[in-house]
């Protein structure tokens, strides 16, 4: 999407793929303009920047429930029985949770072996904080983060090694990221949302659940929109921000950034689909057109 | 290679043309400072930037950091007894594979086979230390981990039910991938030492054997491994540090749970990988410099593994000075 805007503008942006941590950190030591971040920077964090930061959604992303049960199709599950699992207390696939929620589903006895990611990353980020707003257990046994304490399974390094680490084990669950996911046809269960529906993770699943968040969102744009309302929403589903300081202090250059984010924000939505992340709602992209009109330039407004 | 070779008698050193002139003096100069000082002052800022990076995690846990059981982001609790353990045993369980089968092979090459064969093996050998960790871990997880899941694990756990070392459900990743994947990445390292170690064996020494009658086998375990045997040790020194500073292939198979279990089929977690996982996405501040707290727990260990084999390489060096060798 950057080459895109460098053909249009002459502007090249110089983009390089670091973890959250090290994006958070170069932007507190100033050598770099602008990151990208799919966790809420903490509040620790906020200060050690050491001047106001904004969060500014840009695209959607979410994790699909990757499974491993040979000639089962479409296995149906909800945040209770999700949590269960990754808690121990739902141990096979025929366990009754599981089997109420599949009743035309014939499910084995296979054990269940969850697996998690063991590398820090936004999808576990968006995975812990959709389990802890479904289920109180896990809130205050596990709780939610870039990387967690899980009390059971195994850990795969990044998303190939959680898919891995499935296909190769009969009755293995998995969280992956929606776009690898999608990219390598992985069979993923159908989540039941707030609304009540069982619904897969699709592009519109993610903006859905997006906009659905959307009418209670707070106006700095730090949302989380895990189980969000609506029909079609996916309920795995969370933003990835650009975080940039909210003065910029260069004026040129603040010039082209503010330009730079309001193309992402906007038109630059276009190509999100094609990458497998989903486009930001109406509503979305209005409340970006709001926070990006808050940016200053060296102190003024702009 | 420089294991092997005796470091040169003490009356040597001295400058044999009485008081030493100025080039000798500037040589001396120019390699006290490669040899003392820049490897003294690299280890040493090394060491100084780690313990002032993890200052706050040091003066937050002190000395239980070593020895608590529990890391949990969440909740801010910070111990690195599991990675000290995982560590410690898969590097443990390569060495003990490796080294048999890396002597083996370099008995072979050394001492039986055809010049034109020992050649070629090495040339495989060296091979193998030239591929990508990160694609052994790869061949790790899609051709090794489902054979132990599907086949090896499930024969032990059958036949040996109440022996813990082979307990639980066979998930294929854990330990004992963990241990077998650094045994496939030391055994060139381990040979290439040892090979040229035994090279350095004078020949007159198996030609002795030999006229008193040996046969093959006696003039290699009698002649030319007592003979090399600091020198291998020193091979087998090198293969377990690689063994315990390696990080992406082990991170990929070792299954990554920050657990202690007698069970060689239960997953683990080592220093090494848990700083490669986490550190990226550490996110705040207690949380890196407990991570950089586990590095430098890590070089602790790594310091403490090498010293053990120094003095088990001078113990045995007592022995076969006796004979010469030395």
Redesign the interface.
Known sequence: MFDAWDKQTGNEVNYQS?????G?EQLTKKTVDFGASD?IM?D??EK?AGAAVLHLPVTIVAASIAYNLPGVKDVKLDGESIAGIYLGTIKSWDDPKIVALNPDLKLPKT?I?PVER?????TTYIFTNYLSAVSADWKSK?????????PV?????GNE?VA??VS??AGAVGYVEYAYAKQNNISTALVKNQAGKFVPATVPGQTAAAAGAAANMPADGKALIVNAPGEGSYPISGFSWIISYKDLTDPAKGKALVDLFTYTATKGQQFAEDLSYAPLPPAVQDLDGKLLKSLTLAGKPQ | MALALSPVPRKLRRPILGAAGLPDAAFRAVVLCFGALAVLALIGLIVAAMVEESSLSLSTFGPSFLAQNVWDPVKREFGTLPFIYGTVVSSLIALLIATPVSLGVAIFIVEMAPPWLGNAISVVVELLAAIPSVLLGLWGIFVMVPYLQRTVEPWFIERFPDVPLFEGPPYGVGLLAGGLILAIMIVPTIVAISRDVMLTVPISQREAMFALGATNWEATSWAVLPYARSGLLGAVMLGLGRALGETMAVTMVIGNRPDISASLFHPAYTMASVIANEFTEATFDLYVSALVEVGLALFLVTVLMNAVARLLVWSTAGSSQRVGAI
């Open positions: 670091v973890g959250s941590g090290a958070i966790a903490t620790e964090q050690n054990p072996a063991s590398d820090g990353s936004g596990v709780g939610a983060g870039t990387s967690v304490k899980f399974g195994i850990g795969g390094k090694g891995g680490q190769q084990t």
